[in-house]
C-alpha cells in the first residue's frame, strides 16, 4: 500500500503541502522552514510511527508507515522524518523506548560495522550516515562475542564530522569511541545488521519512488507551459517519447518500491523471497532515478539547472538516496550471488513465487 | 498535473500455485516423452499440433471464456500462469497462442452465436490455428492506411489485395483482418476499415513463406484473389474496426510473453557461471534478476487490474514498451558477462548456440505487435500530451 488511501498518509501530505511546499524551500536562504515542518511532523506522531503504542509511539502498521515514506518522497522531504521512522523501528525490535526528537540510525552502509565492546560500550565508524549532525539520538546495530545488539546512543557522545550528500543534506561520518549507550538490549534471534539494511534499501526505495512520480508530474507540466519553435515542447515527438521513457521509470520504481513493501508488510516470510524483492527494489529505483532525473533535466533545460527552480530537489535526493543503506551494485552483487547459489534452475521458480 | 500511474503490488491467488504444479508436470511429462527441448528455442519443428491438442485437453486453452464455448470460466491470473510456465519452458505454442490470447476473444465478442458456437470449443480443444491480418505491404504501424479491399458482392464480400509480416499463416484455419469497406473520410482517416474472419482453407488465398533473420520460418506473404467472405463472417461494425482495434490492447500487450522472449539465455548464464561467481558476474547477474522481477510485478499487475475490470492501457503500453526493450537488450548484456565464464563450463556450447539465435530474434522484439515508437505514442497520450 503506497497509496494516499490510508489516513496516516493523508496526514502527512496534507503537512508536507502545508509546511514543505518546494518553491517555498527553494527560495528560502536560512532553512526557517525546518523547525515548523519538524514539529507539525512530531505533533501528529508521524517520526514515532512505527513505534508501538506501549511505547509512547503511534504503532501504525508496516504497510501505513511506507505509504508515508512513499509521500515523503513525492514531496523530497528534507528533515530526517524517514530516519527517525527507521530508528523507532530499529528501537522497537529490541523493545526499546524512542527518545523524542530527531533521532537517525548507523551503520548506513552495509561496508560499516559497530562493535559491542565487553563492557557494554560501542565502537566503530559508520560513513553515510544521514541527519546525523541534525539527530539527537542514533539508534544502532552492533556485534560482539555475546552477539547483535540495538542501542540507543546520545549523538553529542560521538565524533561526528559533518558532510552533504548530492543534494546538501547531512551525511555525516560518526565514530563511536567507547561510547556508552543509554540503553543496550540484544537483538531478536536472527535480526542483525543486515535487517536494518534491508529495512533502510526499502526506504530508499520508495523515497525514490515518490520523487519520480513527481519528477514526471512537473516535467509533463512544464512541457505544456514552455513554447519552443513556435509550439508547446510537449507537442514534439521527440520530447513526447522522452516523456513516455520517464513514465516507464517511474512505473518501475513504483512497482518494485510498492511490491517490496508489501513483501515487508507481511506478505513474504521466506528469507530469499524478502532478499529478491527489496534487493530489487533499491537496484531497479536507483537505475530509475539516474535515467529518470536525466530525462527530466532534458526536458525543463537550463532552467531546471538553476538552484531557483524546485527540479533540483527531487533529481538530487533520488540520485543521493540511492547511495544509502547499499548501492544497486551492492545489493546486485549480493542478489547475484544469491541466485547463483540456489543454481540455475531455481531462478524461476523465486521470481515466480512473487 | 498527470494521472496517476496504478502498479498496484496484486499477487497471485493460491489456486495458481496448484496450477503452476500441474502446468510444471504437464511440461516436465512433455519433456521427457521428447515433445520439445526446452534448451533448444532456436528448433524448426516448433508447430506441435499433438501438443497443441494435449493443453487443451488439460482445460488450458479458452481458460477464461465462458463454458458454453467449451471455455473454463477461470481468471485471468491463472491463464497468466499457464502463459509463463509455458514461456518459461520453450514449449511450442505457436499452434494455439494468437487463438487463444487474441483472435478468441474478439470472436466472443463480434461473432454471431454459430460461429462462436462452431469455432470458440475448437480452439479450447486445441485444434485450430488463428493469424492476424494487419500489416500490408505498405502499411505497417499505420494501420489504417490498409489498402487490401473487402467489396460488396451476393451473399458477402470479395477479397483482393495482401497482407504481409502474417504470423503462422502457413499454418492457421482461420485469419482475423482488417479490409477497406470504404475510403476514410476527412475527419476521421481511421474510418473505412472493417474486421472479418476468413477461412483459411477457402480458395483464393495464397501464402508465401518469407525468410526469417533468425533462420525460422514463422511469417508470410498472403495474396487474396477474388477471395470469398460470407455475409456473416463480418465482426463488429461496418467501416468501424477502429472502435474494436484498441480494447483488447491492454491484454496482447501486457502479458509474460512480452519480456520471457529470451529468459532461457539468462538461466544458462547462471548454469555457466556455477555456484561461486565472480563480483563481474555476480553483479550483472542481480542486476538482470532485479530488472526481470520488477518487470514481472508490473505484468502481474497489469492481469490484476485488467481482472478487476479496469483498463490500465498506459500502464500495459508501458510493460510492453520497457518490457520489449528489456528482453532484447538481455542476450548482450548476457554476452558481456558470458565473457567470463570458464570455457570448460560445461553447457559452454549450449549458451553460446542460445546467444547467437536470441541476439538475431532480439530486433523483431519492439517492432511485434506495436512499435516502441507507437508505444511511446500510446504512453504520451495518456500523459496528456496528444
Redesign the interface.
Known amino acids: 500500500?503506497t497509496?494516499t488511501d490510508n489516513i496516516v498518509a493523508e496526514t502527512a501530505e496534507r503537512i508536507f503541502a502545508d509546511l514543505a511546499d518546494s518553491q517555498m524551500i527553494a527560495k528560502s536562504k536560512d532553512g526557517a522552514w525546518k523547525a515548523p515542518l519538524w514539529q507539525a511532523l512530531a505533533d501528529n506522531g508521524l517520526p514515532l510511527s512505527w513505534v508501538p503504542e506501549d511505547c509512547d509511539g503511534s504503532g501504525v502498521s508496516l504497510a501505513e508507515g511506507f505509504a508515508v515514506l512513499s509521500a515523503a518522497g513525492r514531496s523530497a522531504v528534507a528533515v530526517p522524518l524517514a530516519e527517525t521512522m527507521l530508528a523507532g523501528w530499529l528501537l522497537a525490535q529490541a523493545k526499546i523506548a524512542s527518545p523524542e526528537g530527531m533521532i537517525t540510525v548507523a551503520p548506513a552502509s552495509p561496508k560499516d560495522r559497530l562493535t559491542l565492546n565487553a563492557d557494554g560500550t560501542v565502537s566503530g565508524r559508520a560513513r553515510g550516515v544521514p541527519f546525523a549532525t541534525e539527530a539527537k539520538h542514533i539508534a544502532v546495530v552492533a556485534s560482539g562475542i555475546g552477539g547483535v545488539s540495538i542501542a540507543l546512543i546520545e549523538a553529542n557522545a560521538c565524533r561526528i564530522e559533518a558532510g552533504l550528500n548530492l543534494a546538501d543534506d547531512p551525511s555525516d561520518t560518526v565514530t563511536f569511541d567507547h561510547v556508552k549507550p543509554l540503553a543496550s538490549h540484544p537483538a531478536p534471534s536472527g535480526f542483525d545488521q543486515n535487517g536494518l539494511m534491508l529495512m533502510g534499501a526499502l526506504v530508499r526505495s520508495l523515497q525514490i519512488a515518490g520523487a519520480l512520480?513527481t519528477m514526471?508530474?512537473i516535467s509533463?507540466?512544464y512541457?505544456?507551459e514552455r513554447v519552443a519553435f513556435e509550439k508547446k515542447i510537449?507537442?514534439f515527438?521527440a520530447?513526447?517519447?522522452n516523456?513516455?521513457?520517464l513514465?516507464?521509470?517511474?512505473?518501475?520504481a513504483?512497482?518494485?518500491a510498492?511490491?517490496a513493501?508489501?513483501?515487508l508488510s507481511g506478505?513474504a516470510s521466506d528469507d530469499d523471497a524478502i532478499f529478491?524483492?527489496v534487493?530489487?527494489?533499491k537496484?531497479?529505483c536507483s537505475?530509475a532515478a539516474e535515467k529518470g532525473a536525466a530525462i527530466a533535466h532534458q526536458v525543463h533545460g537550463a532552467i531546471g539547472f538553476t538552484r531557483e527552480h524546485v527540479l533540483h530537489r527531487y533529481t538530487l535526493r533520488a540520485l543521493a538516496w540511492r547511495d544509502d543503506f547499499g548501492s544497486?551494485?551492492h545489493?546486485?552483487?549480493?542478489?547475484?550471488?544469491l541466485?547463483?547459489?540456489r543454481?540455475?534452475?531455481e531462478?524461476?521458480p523465486l521470481?515466480?513465487s512473487? | 498535473?498527470?494521472a496517476?500511474?496504478r502498479?498496484?503490488?496484486i499477487?497471485l491467488p493460491p489456486e495458481c500455485e496448484v496450477l503452476?504444479r500441474e502446468v510444471r508436470a504437464f511440461l516436465a511429462e512433455e519433456i521427457a516423452a521428447g515433445t520439445f527441448d526446452p534448451h533448444k528455442p532456436q528448433r524448426e519443428d516448433s508447430d506441435a499440433p499433438e501438443f497443441s491438442r494435449r493443453v487443451g485437453e488439460r482445460g488450458w486453452l479458452g481458460m477464461t471464456w465462458p463454458k458454453q464455448y467449451g471455455g473454463h470460466e477461470r481468471s485471468f491470473l491463472e491463464r497468466y500462469v499457464v502463459t509463463?510456465?509455458m514461456r518459461?519452458a520453450n514449449a511450442p505454442t505457436r499452434r494455439f497462442f494468437v487463438a487463444d490470447r487474441q483472435s478468441g476473444p474478439v470472436l466472443l465478442k463480434y461473432a454471431p452465436e454459430h460461429i462462436k458456437m462452431d469455432i470458440l470449443p475448437r480452439i479450447c480443444r486445441g485444434e485450430v490455428c488463428f493469424s492476424i491480418g494487419m500489416s500490408e505491404p505498405n502499411s505497417g504501424s499505420d494501420l489504417f492506411a490498409a489498402k487490401t479491399k473487402a467489396t460488396k458482392t451476393n451473399g458477402g464480400w470479395l477479397i483482393n489485395g495482401s497482407k504481409i509480416w502474417t504470423t503462422s499463416a502457413h499454418i492457421a484455419d482461420y485469419m482475423i483482418a482488417i479490409f477497406r469497406t470504404s475510403p476514410s473520410t476527412k475527419e476521421n482517416r481511421r474510418h473505412g476499415l472493417t474486421q472479418f474472419l476468413v477461412n483459411m482453407k477457402q480458395p483464393g488465398i495464397a501464402v508465401n513463406p518469407i525468410a526469417q533473420i533468425t533462420g525460422q520460418y514463422e511469417f508470410n506473404e498472403v495474396v487474396f484473389t477474388d477471395h470469398f467472405v460470407p455475409d456473416d463472417h463480418m465482426l463488429g461494425e461496418l467501416d468501424g474496426a477502429w472502435k474494436q482495434a484498441t480494447s483488447e490492447l491492454a491484454y496482447e500487450r501486457s502479458g509474460p510473453e512480452r519480456f520471457l522472449e529470451t529468459?532461457y539465455v539468462?538461466?544458462?548464464l547462471?548454469?555457466a557461471?556455477?555456484?561461486?561467481?565472480d563480483?563481474r558476474?555476480?553483479?550483472?547477474?542481480?542486476?538482470l534478476?532485479?530488472?526481470?522481477?520488477?518487470?514481472?510485478?508490473?505484468s502481474v499487475?497489469v492481469a490484476g487490474m485488467l481482472q478487476a475490470g479496469r483498463e490500465p492501457v498506459?500502464?500495459a503500453s508501458?510493460v510492453k514498451?520497457?518490457g520489449t526493450l528489456w528482453e532484447q537488450q538481455l542476450p548482450h548484456r548476457v554476452r558481456e558477462l558470458a565473457a567470463f565464464v570458464d570455457a570448460d563450463a560445461s553447457n559452454h556450447a549450449t549458451l553460446d548456440e542460445m546467444l547467437s539465435f536470441a541476439i538475431k530474434t532480439a530486433p523483431k522484439l519492439t517492432i511485434q505487435g506495436g512499435t516502441t515508437?507507437v508505444?511511446?505514442?500510446i504512453?504520451?497520450r495518456?500523459?496528456?500530451?496528444?
Open positions: 500500500m497509496d512520480e514526471l508530474g509533463v507540466q512541457s505544456g510537449s507537442k515527438q520530447v513526447q517519447h516523456l513516455a521513457k513514465a516507464g521509470e517511474t512505473s518501475a513504483l512497482a518494485a510498492s511490491s513493501a508489501d513483501a506478505s529478491l524483492e534487493a530489487s527494489a537496484i531497479r537505475e544497486e551494485s545489493w546486485a552483487v549480493e542478489l547475484g550471488r541466485v547463483a547459489a543454481g540455475a534452475d531462478l524461476w521470481v515466480a512473487r | 498535473m498527470t496517476a500511474l502498479f498496484d503490488p499477487r503452476r509463463e510456465e518459461i529468459y539468462l538461466t544458462e547462471v548454469r557461471v556455477g555456484n561461486h561467481p563480483t558476474s555476480a553483479e550483472g547477474i542481480g542486476r534478476v532485479a530488472q526481470l522481477h520488477t518487470m514481472r510485478r508490473m499487475s498506459v500502464e508501458i514498451d520497457i515508437e508505444l511511446r505514442g504512453i504520451a495518456g500523459l496528456g500530451l496528444r
